[in-house]
């Protein structure tokens, strides 16, 4: 019933139809599929066929976008979690080699990406830590879900105070010693 309800709650829920009806936005929805689709072929497969399947969709998914380079690490927390001590950790490899070229690749595209940026969009650099920002991401998304007010296709030009930073960072941390716990 819990994960009824969980998927209920996300199927259902305002915030997570941004991706759908924004317009722009259909990459997200379309490599979420196929990194959900990855990671079910990868569960039951017991058969090369199902493995091959699983492959190709997350080759569809990182070309869908380059945020699916994740994918790697899912099945390392699920390797971890649940076939601990057998003989899949073979299966990964094919994956993390993919995940890491990809990763490699745009890592090399970075200077290009932040030159285009300036030159067509007048943007400046930023020394902005991408990780101090998601307690942030995490909280702001916590809050959406209990109380969507203010949704918007655009989550930019918003500012903290510390004071407000300091209780996302909790909450956050909060959120992933539970997870934690949760796993122990």
Known sequence: SLALFSASLFAMHPLMTEAVTWISGAIHSQYSFFLMLALLFYVFSKSRKLYLLSFLSFLLALFSSEKAMVFPAILLVFYLAFERGSRSWKKLLPYLAIGS?????????????????????????????????????????????????????????????LGQYLGYLVIFLSLFGLILWGFK
Do not use: C, D, K
Not at 103 to 132: M, W
Not at 143 to 161: A, K, V
């Open 101 to 161: 070229a990809w990763f490699f690749v745009y890592l090399f595209a970075i200077p290009q990406r932040l030159n285009a940026l300036e030159t067509q969009y007048y943007g400046t650099r930023s020394l902005a830590n991408p990780l101090l920002q998601i307690p942030i991401a995490i909280g702001n998304y916590l809050q959406l879900i209990f109380w969507p007010r203010g949704l918007t296709l655009y989550h930019s030009e918003m500012s903290f105070s």
